[in-house]
T-cell receptor, first 113, second 114 residues
């Protein structure tokens, strides 16, 4: 069974541009999470979907970030316009149940220059 | 609010030596605690977790951790390090509110030398 996949693995964009990150969870996992690690600091929670609904988006840094999960399958995280401080590694995770183990993808490394 | 502190951003041990990675947490509710490992170019992999019950938890690859409520600690140990254990390790606690949001420590990079 395929694990959590993320695309792209790396992205380099200029300040002010738009970038869209994609996450494909494990098939059948209703719960999908986005996390971010900035500059070797701790990994921080961004938001949690249950199917297509945003269950908790308390970690979203500002309105430049937009997450969607149409149809309750894959999810996208759009950053528009990107700022230098958005650079980091964006992780996606999914779990079968609300309290179930979270399986992580390899992450997308975003560099904003 | 919940938080996790990992003591030591870098730890270096000799092959065959004891591995001890420290984690302290703060939580106003009974915590669920986790250790994750990240190998180069891979996602985070769950090593072990504590939810309830036995305070000594055994995980994969010979790792174990002990939940000590009085010390608010959940240190990770392995009796004998292998070269393949070189990776970054993250301690995490679940957030409050009944959901599964993970709150991570800053990570500890483990180096194993011959």
């Amino acid at each position: 069974e395929a694990g959590v996949t993320q695309f792209p693995s790396h992205s380099v964009i200029e300040k002010g541009q738009t970038v869209t990150l994609r996450c494909d969870p494990i098939s059948g996992h209703d719960n999908l999470y986005w996390y971010r690690r900035v500059m070797g600091k701790e990994i921080k929670f961004l938001l949690h979907f249950v199917k297509e609904s945003k269950q908790d988006e308390s970690g979203m840094p500002n309105n430049r970030f937009l997450a969607e999960r149409t149809g309750g399958t894959y999810s996208t995280l759009k950053v528009q316009p990107a700022e230098l401080e958005d650079s980091g590694v964006y992780f996606c995770a999914s779990s079968l149940t609300l309290k179930g183990e979270q399986y992580f993808g390899p992450g997308t490394r975003l560099t904003v220059t | 609010a919940q938080s996790v502190t990992q003591l030591g951003s870098h730890v270096s041990v000799s092959e065959g030596a004891l591995v001890l990675l420290r984690c302290n947490y703060s939580s106003s509710v009974p915590p669920y605690l986790f250790w994750y490992v990240q190998y180069p170019n891979q996602g985070l992999q769950l090593l072990l977790k504590y939810t309830t019950g036995a305070t000594l938890v055994k995980g994969i690859n010979g790792f174990e951790a002990e939940f000590k409520k009085s010390e608010t600690s959940f240190h990770l140990t392995k009796p004998s390090a292998h070269m393949s254990d070189a990776a970054e390790y993250f301690c995490a606690v679940t957030g409050s509110g009944g959901y599964n949001k993970l709150i991570f420590g800053a990570g500890t990079r483990l180096a194993v030398h011959p």
